[in-house]
């Protein structure tokens, strides 16, 4: 399989490039030369297996000449047996022809973990093979910050150091990164905000030779492999509901739109998908750009579901290069456009070329009405981004097709919008029940690029010459 640029001004490479790369030279994300395949009887034959077998099958058409089967067999054995649910991704009723696709049992409770334990097994295994070592370098408001941790921590090929404003993340936020004490995770409190903390790893990649004497590298979502490993759930959970005879609808609440593409990804290898649905909160620029096809940056607005609030959606991009025929330099035009201008007009050209899509924003008052019915009607507690997913899902023209909401984060993750819905106070699930009582380790460093730099030289395991 051979990958190609969404701005066509560079190299095609094999999946392995594609992994170490992230970002494509010419600034594009990478794609699939062309969709791999797969007939009804490859569908039909994920039906009863395990989720990591059923990841083996979808995914070996995008490893194909790059892994080897046996390999990755074992990574996505490894990366599933961290899970807490036996089926990885379990579906839940909530109302007839309703479902939750439950997708954080992983170790941080969110969906970031479904493909970041993989991700971090496949670059462990890429640079074991190479002989070489990375050093991955991120900031956090909260979040994304322990899935990057939790994928990385005891891999021995990789350090990452994680920098969080000091004082202004929760406190399980905080422990769910900080209480991790494997020798190669480095947790920096930084005194500052989140801007600066991600304004002094972005000065750490542009700081050219120490990229290079670091090794520098990210874990962000517009790696093609984390999108590829979020195909797996909509392929399971649309067998596990009578696919690939009947076809199945999803609402994918989103924000950089990295897992509503992985869900046209599965479309486009053949998997009957009836409908997708674009489910975003008070930040709409997905919304609108599929409403009016008007794609113009906001600001962005903060709400109960924090890890939506983007304004600018990477992999949007990916769906514009398939949108535009696969024409890089055209992409290229829009994405200067975006640039220079702050947007771009597509008239009807996404409701013509990408009609699987609908869209729906969803605002801060109906996400809090959305937990509370759905806690009246089924005795669920759902955290406030899948509540942007179900309420999406109630806009969408009723059919007797199965529709899917994707659960994408645990609603213990985001108590206090919870307890405000119903008055009930999710618990933590048992893996992290002793959370408050593990011993922490992070080290608190000015806002200050020099100081910080030294740090991550002292530490980072580089093969030095
Ligand atoms: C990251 C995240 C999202 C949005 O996912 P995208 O791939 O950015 O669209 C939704 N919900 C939760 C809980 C997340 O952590």
Same mark, same amino acid.
């Given at each position: 399989?051979?990958?190609?640029?969404?701005?066509?001004?560079?190299?095609?490479?094999?999946?392995?490039?594609?992994?170490?790369?992230?970002?494509?030279?010419?600034?594009?994300?990478?794609?699939?030369?062309?969709?791999?395949?797969?007939?009804?009887?490859?569908?039909?034959?994920?039906?009863?297996?395990?989720?990591?077998?059923?990841?083996?099958?979808?995914?070996?058409?995008?490893?194909?000449?790059?892994?080897?089967?046996?390999?990755?067999?074992?990574?996505?054995?490894?990366?599933?047996?961290?899970?807490?649910?036996?089926?990885?991704?379990?579906?839940?009723?909530?109302?007839?022809?309703?479902?939750?696709?439950?997708?954080?049992?992983?170790?941080?409770?969110?969906?970031?973990?479904?493909?970041?334990?993989?991700?971090?097994?496949?670059?462990?295994?890429?640079?074991?093979?190479?002989?070489?070592?990375?050093?991955?370098?991120?900031?956090?408001?909260?979040?994304?910050?322990?899935?990057?941790?939790?994928?990385?921590?005891?891999?021995?090929?990789?350090?990452?150091?994680?920098?969080?404003?000091?004082?202004?993340?929760?406190?399980?936020?905080? %422990?769910? /990164?900080?209480?991790?004490? &494997?020798?190669? !995770?480095?947790?920096?409190?930084? #005194?500052?905000? $989140? *801007?600066? =903390?991600?304004?002094?790893?972005?000065?750490?990649?542009?700081?050219?030779?120490?990229?290079?004497?670091?090794?520098?590298?990210?874990?962000?979502?517009?790696?093609?492999?984390?999108?590829?490993?979020?195909?797996?759930?909509?392929?399971?959970?649309?067998?596990?509901?009578?696919?690939?005879?009947?076809?199945?609808?999803?609402?994918?609440?989103?924000?950089?739109?990295?897992?509503?593409?992985?869900?046209?990804?599965?479309?486009?290898?053949?998997?009957?998908?009836?409908?997708?649905?674009?489910?975003?909160?008070?930040?709409?620029?997905?919304?609108?750009?599929?409403?009016?096809?008007?794609?113009?940056?906001?600001?962005?607005? %903060?709400? /109960?579901?924090?890890?939506? &609030?983007?304004? !600018?959606?990477?992999?949007?991009? #990916?769906?514009? $290069? *398939?949108? =535009?025929?696969?024409?890089?330099?055209?992409?290229?035009?829009?994405?200067?456009?975006?640039?220079?201008?702050?947007?771009?007009?597509?008239?009807?050209?996404?409701?013509?070329?990408?009609?699987?899509?609908?869209?729906?924003?969803?605002?801060?008052?109906?996400?809090?009405?959305?937990?509370?019915?759905?806690?009246?009607?089924?005795?669920?507690?759902?955290?406030?981004?899948?509540?942007?997913?179900?309420?999406?899902?109630?806009?969408?023209?009723?059919?007797?097709?199965?529709?899917?909401?994707?659960?994408?984060?645990?609603?213990?993750?985001?108590?206090?919008?919870?307890?405000?819905?119903?008055?009930?106070?999710?618990?933590?699930?048992?893996?992290?029940?002793?959370?408050?009582?593990?011993?922490?380790?992070?080290?608190?460093?000015?806002?200050?690029?020099?100081?910080?730099?030294?740090?991550?030289?002292?530490?980072?395991?580089?093969?030095?010459?």
């Amino acid at each position: 399989m051979r990958y190609v640029s969404t701005r066509g001004g560079a190299a095609a490479q094999d999946f392995t490039g594609v992994l170490m790369a992230g970002l494509a030279s010419d600034g594009g994300l990478y794609l699939p030369e062309a969709w791999p395949q797969l007939a009804p009887a490859d569908w039909q034959a994920l039906a009863g297996k395990p989720y990591a077998e059923a990841a083996f099958r979808v995914l070996r058409p995008f490893t194909a000449g790059a892994l080897d089967d046996a390999v990755l067999a074992r990574l996505t054995a490894e990366a599933y047996a961290q899970f807490d649910h036996e089926t990885v991704c379990p579906l839940v009723q909530i109302a007839p022809s309703r479902w939750l696709l439950e997708l954080f049992h992983g170790p941080t409770l969110a969906f970031k973990d479904v493909a970041m334990q993989l991700l971090g097994r496949l670059f462990d295994h890429v640079l074991t093979a190479r002989g070489e070592r990375m050093t991955i370098v991120g900031a956090t408001s909260g979040d994304t910050g322990s899935a990057a941790i939790e994928a990385c921590r005891g891999r021995d090929a990789i350090d990452i150091f994680i920098l969080h404003p000091h004082e202004r993340t929760s406190e399980v936020q905080r %422990r769910q /990164m900080t209480c991790v004490t &494997d020798d190669n !995770v480095h947790n920096i409190a930084v #005194r500052g905000t $989140f *801007d600066d =903390c991600q304004a002094l790893v972005k000065a750490m990649f542009n700081d050219a030779p120490f990229r290079e004497r670091m090794r520098l590298s990210a874990v962000n979502s517009i790696n093609w492999a984390r999108v590829m490993a979020q195909v797996v759930y909509y392929a399971t959970a649309a067998v596990a509901l009578g696919g690939p005879a009947r076809p199945v609808r999803f609402s994918v609440p989103t924000g950089n739109f990295g897992d509503v593409f992985a869900g046209y990804a599965a479309a486009r290898m053949g998997l009957p998908v009836a409908g997708l649905t674009v489910a975003t909160n008070r930040n709409d620029i997905l919304a609108r750009v599929f409403a009016s096809g008007s794609y113009r940056k906001g600001e962005v607005a %903060r709400t /109960m579901s924090p890890s939506m &609030d983007i304004q !600018v959606s990477s992999n949007f991009e #990916r769906l514009l $290069f *398939d949108a =535009c025929g696969r024409d890089g330099a055209k992409v290229a035009a829009l994405m200067q456009g975006l640039d220079a201008d702050g947007g771009f007009e597509l008239g009807g050209l996404l409701r013509q070329a990408a009609p699987l899509f609908t869209a729906a924003a969803v605002d801060e008052a109906l996400t809090l009405e959305t937990i509370a019915a759905t806690h009246r009607s089924t005795g669920r507690l759902i955290d406030p981004h899948t509540a942007v997913g179900v309420a999406a899902a109630e806009r969408v023209a009723e059919d007797a097709l199965p529709m899917v909401v994707l659960s994408t984060a645990h609603p213990a993750k985001f108590p206090d919008a919870v307890e405000r819905a119903t008055g009930l106070r999710p618990p933590l699930p048992e893996r992290l029940s002793d959370l408050y009582e593990r011993p922490e380790r992070y080290e608190v460093l000015d806002a200050d690029l020099a100081q910080i730099q030294a740090h991550v030289a002292q530490r980072a395991r580089i093969v030095r010459e």
